[in-house]
């Protein structure tokens, strides 16, 4: 999923569950100072924690909350550096060459999500100014050059789970990074940063593949640990709220019977060495539990069903 320059619309109902529109989200420890002092420093905020820990939805939150361009990019073991700059369509280009109506080299260069957030008003000056014949460059031809200028200059650029790709990715994004700068391959052109674009790059990492210390020392470094009973009691209430109406006494109660729950799971599963149940997992339990009227009792086979499926993800586990 990309997301670029408008906010993320307001859906009536929860339609993305791994990655919210950012409304529901409780900042807990040093992030709030962390935004602050990677937005002074420039440097990127890499965030660490377990799967469905909420590193990625942070991101998305921050863009929420200022009202600021968001912009997303999930890398797979595929993803090279220069895809979160740019990314040229060869498919498109080889088939223009065929049908012998080749256009402009740049025509067939889009700009990726650091592009659009170190210099918006450039990228958005290419991809009005390239041809949009239907084909896989979908571009909104408007009238009038003021379009171009017509950008959100503060973005924030969530670059997700970077340890999937080789390590040659987060190296290849050093200069990038630090200097927010690249050369676009196929014309030769220069890419500056614009003096008055503000962009936070938060970038995740689920710690499967160790990240280059080179990479590391350009980093701000925050680690999300799993919250407290309480803190995914607020968790709860800030999705009942923000989605579903009100956070009622009964759905306080729920969330704490589970919020309890989890924490007994993940205690025990540090005694065997299992996975432990994540945040995310608390809300798919809430949410199914809520709506399907299950009680959290061992008198309850739904809720046994729920627990097994939900939280513990083993079979023949009670």
Partial sequence: MVISEPIPPEPSVRNAPDRPDGRAYVVRGDLDLAVDVALATGRPLLLRGDPGSGKSSFAA?????????????????????????????????????????????????????????????????????????????TVVRRSGAAEAT??????????????????????????????????????GRDIDPEDDAKALVVITTNEQRELPEAFLRRCLVVKLEH??????????????????GPFTDDDRFLAMELA???????????????????????????????????????????????????????DNVT
């Fill in 61 to 137: 939150h921050v863009a929420w909350q200022n009202r600021w361009a968001y912009h997303e990019h999930v890398v797979t073991s595929r993803t090279q550096a220069p895809d979160l700059l740019w990314s040229f369509d060869h498919v498109l280009r080889l088939a223009d060459a065929q049908a012998q109506r080749l256009r402009p080299i740049e025509s067939y260069v889009e700009p990726g999500v650091l592009w659009k957030a170190f210099a918006p008003r450039s990228a958005r000056a290419h991809t009005l100014r390239a041809r949009d014949d239907g084909a896989c460059l």
């Fill in 150 to 187: 017509d950008v959100r200059t503060r973005s924030v650029v969530l670059i997700d789970e970077i340890d999937k790709a080789d390590p040659e990715l987060p190296n290849g994004l050093l200069v990038p990074l630090g200097s927010r700068r690249f050369t676009l391959s196929q014309t």
């Fill in 227 to 244: 919250p407290v009973p309480r803190e995914l009691v607020d968790v709860a209430r800030a999705h009942v709220d923000a989605y579903d």
């Fill in 260 to 314: 309890d729950v989890v924490q007994s799971l993940r205690q025990d599963a540090d005694r065997r060495a299992h996975r432990k149940p994540s945040t995310a997992e608390f809300l798919d339990a809430f949410h199914a539990c809520r709506q399907l009227g299950i009680r959290v009792a061992d008198s309850d086979e739904r809720w046994q069903t729920l627990r097994r499926m939900a939280l513990l993800k083993q």
